[in-house]
C-alpha cells in the first residue's frame, strides 16, 4: 500500500471516497502509539474503506510558555510510520489551510467540564482542542474517528462536542501503549534525558499502585457479602485472642466500595517519593475522577472512573491514566487492553494511549 500525501482540503474532497472512512487526528512525531491507532482505524474501515491520517500542529491548544516552537515536526518519519501501519492519505494541511483568516474568531468551548484538570493547568488548552478538532471532522468527514484514552478527558470531551453538537461520526476511543516498563507512549518522552526517564516512570508506577489498592479493596467488599463481618464477630474474636483473624475481620467490615480514597493514598505514596529523587518528580495533580464530568469521586461511588496523574520532569510535562471499576463485580483493568512495544517487550499491569485534539 501507498500512502498518499495531501496538503489541501480542496485535494482532499477532489480524491473519490470510497468505502468508511475512518480517520486518526495527530500532531505527527508518530510512534508506536499512532500506530496501533491507525491498524484499529484499517481494522474498522476494513478492506474496501479509507484511513485517514491527519498531521496538523495546532497552535490554538498550546498556551503561553508551552511547547509550540519545539515540538517535533518529523513528517518525513511520519510518513513511513502511518504508512506501515496502514494508511491511505496523511492530511498535512498548513496552519494557512486549517486557519484561513487568521486564529478563528468563533470558537468552539469546552465548558465546566473543560476548565477542570488539565483545563485547570492549562486554560483554553481543550478549547482550542475542540475548534481544530471540529474543523478537522469537517474537513475530512469520516464516518468514524479514533482517539487514544491516555488523553482521557479529552476523549470525553470530543465525545460530549459531538453529542451536543450532533456532528455525524461515530468516536472510538483506543487503550493506551505503554513501553516493556510501563511508561505510557508520547511523543514528549524524546525530551527526557536517562535519568529523568528513570523519575518518569513513577507516573505509571503510581497508577499501578492505585490500582492494586483498588484490587484489594474490591476483594474485601466481595468477601464482605460472602461472610458475615460485623464489629461485633471482630470483637468476639479478638477477646478469644485471635488477633490475626480479628483484624482481618474488621478490616472486611469496614471495606467501602473501592474506597476511593485509599486508591488515592497508595498512588499518592510513590508520587511524593518520586519527588525526592533526582531529578525529581513535580506534581501537577492526582486525581480520581467520574469520567462523565471529571469531579471528584467518593468512597461510596459505583462504576467506571479514572484515575489521573500530570507531573514535570525537568522541562517536559506528561499525563497518564487508567480507568478503574468501582464496585461492579468487574475485574480491575478488564475495560483496558495493553500493548507493550519494543524489541522484548514483556507484559506490565493492564493500563490506558495518547492521540488534536491529537495524539502526542
Not at 468508511?20 to 481494522?43: D, F, I, S
Not at 495546532?58 to 504508512?83: H, S
Not at 480479628?246 to 466500595?257: E, F, L
Amino acid at each position: 500500500m501507498t500512502t498518499t500525501l495531501l496538503r489541501t482540503a480542496e485535494e482532499l474532497h477532489a480524491r473519490v471516497r470510497r468505502g468508511r472512512r475512518a480517520v486518526v487526528m495527530t500532531m505527527g512525531a508518530l510512534h508506536e502509539g499512532h500506530a496501533t491507532l491507525v491498524r484499529a482505524a484499517r481494522e474498522i474501515a476494513g478492506s474496501d474503506g479509507e484511513v485517514v491520517v491527519t498531521v496538523f500542529v495546532n497552535p490554538l491548544q498550546f498556551g503561553a510558555g508551552e511547547d509550540l516552537d519545539r515540538y517535533p515536526r518529523t513528517l518525513d518519519a511520519d510518513l513511513k510510520v502511518a504508512e506501515q501501519a496502514g494508511a491511505d492519505i496523511v492530511f498535512a494541511p498548513s496552519v494557512d489551510e486549517v486557519y484561513p483568516g487568521g486564529e478563528p474568531q468563533v470558537r468552539i468551548t469546552a465548558g465546566p467540564m473543560g476548565e477542570r484538570l488539565e483545563g485547570a493547568s492549562r486554560p483554553g488548552h481543550f478549547d482550542g482542542m475542540l475548534t481544530v478538532v471540529g474543523k478537522l471532522l469537517h474537513l475530512t468527514r469520516p464516518d468514524v474517528a479514533l482517539y487514544g484514552q491516555k488523553d482521557a478527558q479529552q476523549l470525553a470531551l470530543i465525545r460530549r462536542m459531538v453529542r451536543d453538537l450532533n456532528f455525524g461520526v461515530e468516536i472510538v476511543g483506543v487503550p493506551t501503549v505503554r513501553e516493556a516498563d510501563g511508561l505510557a507512549l508520547s511523543s514528549r518522552n524524546r525530551y527526557l534525558s536517562a535519568a529523568e526517564r528513570r523519575t518518569a516512570l513513577a507516573l505509571s508506577q503510581a497508577l499501578f499502585a492505585g490500582r492494586d489498592r483498588h484490587a484489594a479493596q474490591e476483594a474485601l467488599r466481595a468477601r464482605a457479602r460472602e461472610v458475615p463481618a460485623t464489629r461485633a464477630r471482630a470483637e468476639a474474636l479478638s477477646a478469644l485472642g485471635e488477633s490475626r483473624a480479628a483484624a482481618d475481620a474488621a478490616a472486611v467490615a469496614k471495606a467501602t466500595p473501592g474506597a476511593a480514597a485509599a486508591v488515592r493514598a497508595a498512588a499518592r505514596l510513590v508520587l511524593d517519593e518520586a519527588a525526592r529523587l533526582d531529578p525529581p518528580l513535580e506534581l501537577d495533580y492526582l486525581a480520581l475522577v467520574d469520567p462523565s464530568d471529571f469531579t471528584e469521586i467518593d468512597d461510596d461511588f459505583t462504576g467506571e472512573a479514572v484515575l489521573a496523574v500530570a507531573a514535570r520532569v525537568g522541562a517536559t510535562r506528561l499525563i497518564d491514566n487508567l480507568p478503574l471499576a468501582f464496585g461492579t463485580g468487574e475485574a480491575p483493568g478488564t475495560r483496558e487492553a495493553h500493548t507493550a512495544s519494543g524489541p522484548g517487550s514483556a507484559p506490565v499491569p493492564p493500563a490506558t494511549y495518547e492521540s488534536p485534539g491529537a495524539a502526542s
